[in-house]
């Protein structure tokens, strides 16, 4: 019952031994060849030259290569493209806020609403505001009255100036002719000095009366602008993410009133690698696929200048219309931005392949039937296959057997169609 195990042994380890010892010998009786041939170091030495050549290219001296299938591939000029992934955001968003405390008198608008711009979101009580304002204006007028007092009292004071300056120069000419005292002079020149002292201070009660008509004007402006701020109103027509303060609450300055956004124009928002900022321009066509399949178009409008310090990445907007408002804001997008067209061959997927460095890249034919490895760019996937650069504009690309050859070797091609 155990002879069927020892037999299968046995042929497992003459098979293994022909594998390990023989395989020189093994390989030559497989070719048709003497498997009786002396071996290297036991020929003669115009035998082992020949042997050496004979090993150096087997498949040459037969005149055979190896069995791949290949088609010859064109390059085109496509479009090419830049692929982001990145999100909607709202053209425009603003959280208003209060400037001035005092309790809501309005009623509260629902979130979701379309607002107007100008539209009122929240109308706080008055207060004692317009009494405020009154009395600013009342100041401000009495101010205006009495500017006209100041202005005729330096007009006094000047006049004054004026005829003490006309005694005292003629007070000196008659002190020439000895027919004025010293001490009449020594008096005009007192009133002199006296006038003078009285235009100053007329002078400066009118520069008084021009602060107080100045102070009571910012009076009035203050509490006309803390009237003006009891309304908060929307800046532009947008929907309200929120609702707006509930009636009988009590706003202080900072609180949030009501949060707008703006959803027509749209934005769509990527972020743009280093190597591939030099291909975005500002006002080219972009467009973008939403995780819901619906697709949107528009123009670069804005790409940073700056890159993020953590990612070293660009931000891109591309604007887009959204006049039935279906697009909404924080939406997943896969964004493409069209770049400067380029020569590319569409190949299909399965033919690439890595050489033993890594690269990426296919197989080709080179001349004289000859395997060849040519790096390429990838520049676009698509359904039919994918479209790449960096190869001849003519070029043969294996696409059956790629993985069994490797440079330099020999090729029997049969060509045909590409499959895509």
């Known amino acids: 019952m155990r002879i069927v195990p020892i037999l299968t042994a046995l042929v497992v380890v003459t098979v293994l031994f022909f594998l390990v010892f023989q395989r020189e010998q093994l390989l030559n009786f497989a070719a048709g060849g003497d498997a009786t041939s002396p071996p290297a170091e036991m020929a003669e030495p115009g035998e082992t030259a020949a042997s050496d050549a004979t090993e150096a290219s087997p498949t040459v001296e037969t005149g055979t290569g190896v069995s791949v299938i290949a088609f010859r591939s064109t390059a085109r000029e496509i479009d090419s493209a830049v692929l982001l992934r990145g999100r909607t955001e709202a053209a425009r968003q603003v959280e208003l806020m209060a400037e001035t405390s005092g309790l809501v008198i309005s009623e509260p608008l629902r979130k979701g609403m379309f607002v107007e711009a100008g539209q009122i979101m929240c109308r706080l009580d008055p207060g004692t505001r317009e009494a405020t304002l009154a009395e600013a204006r009342a100041r401000l007028a009495e101010a205006?009255?009495?500017?006209?007092?100041?202005?005729?009292?330096v007009a006094e004071a000047q006049a004054r100036l004026d005829e003490a300056l006309i005694n005292l120069n003629a007070a000196d000419k008659l002190s020439e002719g000895g027919f004025a005292s010293e001490t009449r002079v020594a008096s005009a020149k007192a009133a002199v000095e006296a006038a003078r002292a009285g235009l100053v201070a007329a002078e400066s009660g009118e520069a008084s009366s021009a602060a107080a008509i100045q102070s009571a004007q910012a009076g009035v402006a203050a509490a006309t602008r803390e009237i003006e701020r009891l309304e908060i109103t929307a800046p532009f027509a947008g929907h309200l993410e929120s609702d707006t303060a509930e009636l009988g609450s009590l706003m202080q300055p900072g609180a949030l009133c009501a949060t707008i956004v703006q959803l027509d124009p749209l934005k769509l928002v990527g972020f743009v690698s280093e190597l591939d900022v030099d291909n975005v321009n500002l006002g080219v066509l972009a467009g973008g696929r939403l995780a819901n399949g619906q697709e949107v178009a528009g123009r670069v409008t804005f790409l940073s200048r700056a890159a993020d310090p953590v990612t070293r990445t660009f931000r891109v907007e591309v604007e887009v219309a959204n006049p039935d408002l279906t697009l909404r804001d924080g939406q997943t997008a896969e964004i493409v931005i069209a770049a400067e067209g380029r020569h590319a061959h569409l190949i299909p997927q399965s033919a690439l392949t890595l050489n033993d460095e890594g690269a990426l890249g296919v197989r080709i034919v080179g001349d004289g039937d000859i395997t060849a490895f040519a790096a390429i760019e990838l520049l676009r996937d698509t359904v039919d296959g994918v479209w790449v650069g960096g190869l001849p504009d003519e070029v043969g690309v294996i696409v059956r057997g790629?993985?069994?050859?490797?440079?330099?070797?020999?090729?029997?091609?049969?060509?045909?169609e590409p499959d895509a």
């Open 144 to 153: 205006e009255a009495a500017a006209p007092q100041s202005g005729a009292r």
């Open 402 to 416: 790629q993985d069994y050859v490797s440079e330099g070797v020999p090729l029997s091609v049969t060509w045909q």
